[in-house]
């Protein structure tokens, strides 16, 4: 079954680190692009970084310099480092598969792990 | 940046009606468009996808059209299961951007 699975939200200090993981199951993270897409307590998508399968990223201007997007060919995941974490960074986070196309849809996404940055 | 600006931003309905939302690009974005259901709690889920294609296991009661500047995403008789909130996106550039969304509630 194709899915993916994130993993390492949580509260975090304004300041701190967190990474996230995104397990991909059924087809490869490297061969397909990826993104990340955040969501705001009651707020629309926020696109937040991409991965394309030939190893170029992307990044909102939001998070460009502070986060990291990488791959895991090993161990088949997706990762986002996100460093200098803002109260505005609070959202959930979710990992997305593109569909194999020019246009970059997500027909894959993940459940969602929520970010929490707080003092 | 490409601004994505859907309207209305919610709209109240029954089951069996048509609904029509509309998104407008501040730019050209040829036929990149692509438009999401998400309902509480859930990730988003892909409807259609570089305008119109459905994707795979979507109803056929879900339609989308447009080019340009212009997009339209209609579901031609609303199901109970339909009842959530819908966002259309563009994939022409980077940064990629959504609309602010369209929440369709049960009248």
């Known amino acids: 079954e194709v899915q993916l699975a994130e993993s390492g939200g949580g509260l975090i200090q304004p300041g701190g680190s967190l990474k996230l993981s995104c397990a991909a199951s059924?087809?490869?993270?490297?061969?397909?692009?990826m993104t990340w897409v955040r969501q705001a307590p009651g707020k629309g998508p926020e696109w937040v970084s991409f991965?394309?399968?030939?190893?170029?990223?992307y990044y909102a201007d939001s998070v460009r310099g502070r986060f990291f997007i990488s791959r895991d060919s090993f161990n088949n995941t997706l990762h986002l480092q996100m460093n200098r974490l803002r109260v505005e960074d609070t959202a959930t986070y979710y990992c997305?598969?593109?569909?194999?196309?020019?246009?970059?849809?997500?027909?894959?996404w993940g459940q969602g792990t929520l970010v929490t940055v707080s003092a | 940046d490409i601004q994505m600006t859907q309207s209305p931003s919610s709209l109240s309905a029954s089951v069996g009606d048509r609904v029509t939302i509309t998104c407008r690009a501040s730019?050209?974005?040829?036929?990149?468009v692509n438009w999401y259901q998400q309902k509480p709690g859930k990730a988003p889920e892909l409807l259609i996808y570089?305008?119109?294609i459905l994707q795979t296991g979507v109803p056929s009661r879900f339609s989308g059209s447009g080019s340009g500047t212009d997009f339209t995403l209609t579901i031609s008789s609303l199901q109970p299961e339909d009842f959530a909130t819908y966002y259309c996106?563009?994939?022409?550039?980077?940064?990629?951007?959504f609309g602010g969304g369209t929440r369709v509630e049960i009248k």
């Open positions: 997305a598969r593109a569909i194999p196309s020019p246009n970059a849809a997500f027909d894959i």
């Open positions: 059924g087809f490869s993270v490297t061969k397909n692009y």
């Open positions: 991965f394309y399968s030939g190893g170029s990223t």
């Open positions: 730019q050209g974005v040829t036929s990149y």
């Open positions: 570089t305008t119109s």
């Open positions: 996106q563009q994939s022409y550039n980077v940064p990629l951007t």
